[in-house]
């Protein structure tokens, strides 16, 4: 594994309980958001809902990304990859140290 590649498997592992909790915002964002618009859409039938649907859509979409991220960082905790062996190396788990 490379050098780069190393900064980067480190950064995404620091980074995963801010995947957790952005994809947890990002869900709880969604539902807030689909509740308002279906009370908006009871009390006047005539509301536009088409556009906010996508907008809901699109925060569930952002939401799955952060969860996938998330489980990225975490096979990659499991892999050793924070551990660099030789340059352009296999990648080395901890037991074989």
Do not use: C, W
């Amino acid at each position: 594994m490379t050098e780069p590649d190393s900064r980067f498997a480190d950064r995404a592992i620091r980074r995963r309980p801010l995947f957790l909790a952005l994809s947890r915002i990002g869900i709880a964002v969604a539902l807030l958001l689909a509740g308002y618009y279906a009370y908006r859409r009871y009390e006047d039938p005539h509301f536009p809902i088409g556009v906010r649907v996508a907008l809901v859509t699109l925060i569930l979409l952002n939401a799955r990304q952060n969860l996938r991220q998330y489980k990225f960082a975490t096979l990659l905790m499991g892999t050793g990859t924070n551990k660099v062996g030789k340059l352009s190396g296999p990648v080395r788990n901890s037991s074989q140290d």
